[in-house]
């Protein structure tokens, strides 16, 4: 990358913090095993932006996208390695990388169904806005992976921030298709039967609030919602008490 210093140029707001130590072991892409250091460079201008100019003998393209749309540009593998990135950068602990993630940690989202014993769901109505999964959809509860959180904490977490309720008693749902669009993410099933006074709007979207099952697909919703509601109305058909 030419015309464009960073450390001269942005002395005051370059960290220099390290956030990712990454092996990789040779394969078809890389003949030999490789080491790279990933720091915080800072925020780059608009007018930094637009001065940036690549080495044709090493590179042919570059672009800013959002977390979510670079999904749509990298294999699986290669996604999950950014998204372990990026949660290393917001939990300001570095990630040491040298293999694939060992069985159980192979996550970076959750998505939370919580139901009641009246046969409700609860659902988020998302904001609308660019570069966010789903915008202007309702969903259940769900977001991404902080620190070293197992699924459960980062389930109740989630619920307690977006939905103001203390969630216990999860159990985990079949796993999620990838054409499901749901790709790295745990899903969990927990029952909640406090009143929906309780319920509070956390920082994130527009409003939450209980649907009962037979209304949520008149809304606006995700295609998994197809695949998950009958799993949930067969549970709740079992079900006779509640944990809350």
């Given at each position: 990358?030419?015309?464009l210093d960073p450390?001269?140029e942005?002395?005051?707001?370059?960290?220099?913090?390290?956030?990712?130590?990454?092996h990789?072991q040779?394969?078809?892409d890389?003949?030999?095993p490789?080491?790279?250091y990933?720091?915080?460079?800072?925020?780059?201008t608009?007018?930094?932006?637009?001065?940036?100019r690549?080495?044709p003998a090493?590179?042919?393209?570059?672009r800013?996208?959002?977390a979510h749309?670079?999904?749509?540009?990298?294999?699986l593998?290669?996604y999950q390695?950014?998204?372990?990135v990026l949660?290393?950068h917001?939990?300001?602990v570095?990630?040491?990388?040298e293999?694939?993630a060992p069985d159980?940690?192979?996550f970076?989202?959750?998505?939370?169904?919580?139901?009641?014993?009246?046969?409700r769901?609860?659902m988020h109505?998302?904001e609308?806005?660019?570069g966010m999964a789903?915008?202007g959809?309702?969903?259940?509860?769900?977001?991404?992976?902080?620190?070293?959180?197992s699924?459960r904490e980062?389930a109740?977490?989630?619920v307690?921030?977006?939905a103001g309720?203390e969630i216990?008693?999860l159990r985990?749902l079949?796993?999620?298709h990838?054409?499901l669009?749901l790709?790295?993410t745990?899903?969990?099933?927990a029952v909640?039967d406090?009143?929906?006074?309780?319920?509070q709007?956390?920082?994130?979207g527009?409003?939450v609030?209980?649907v009962p099952?037979d209304e949520?697909l008149?809304?606006?919703v995700?295609?998994?919602?197809?695949?998950?509601?009958?799993?949930?109305?067969t549970?709740a058909?079992?079900t006779?008490?509640?944990?809350?």
């Open positions: 990358m030419e015309s450390a001269a942005n002395p005051q707001v370059l960290r220099r913090r390290l956030v990712a130590v990454i990789t040779a394969d078809a890389h003949p030999v490789v080491a790279g990933v720091f915080d460079g800072g925020t780059l608009a007018e930094q932006q637009a001065r940036i690549l080495d090493e590179h042919t393209e570059f800013f996208e959002t749309d670079w999904r749509s540009r990298m294999t593998a290669h390695r950014l998204r372990q949660r290393a917001r939990s300001g570095p990630l040491y990388l293999r694939p159980g940690d192979d970076e989202g959750v998505l939370v169904f919580v139901t009641d014993g009246a046969g769901l609860l109505l998302r609308d806005r660019p789903w915008p959809y309702w969903t259940p509860i769900g977001g991404w992976r902080e620190a070293d959180e699924t980062s109740v977490r989630e307690r921030e977006e309720i216990t008693g985990t079949p796993g999620p990838h054409d669009g790709p790295l745990r899903v969990l099933h909640w406090g009143p929906e006074s309780d319920l709007l956390g920082d994130e527009l409003a609030r209980m099952f949520v008149d809304l606006k995700p295609p998994y919602l197809h695949h998950y509601l009958p799993l949930l109305t549970a058909d079992r006779s008490g509640s944990t809350s």
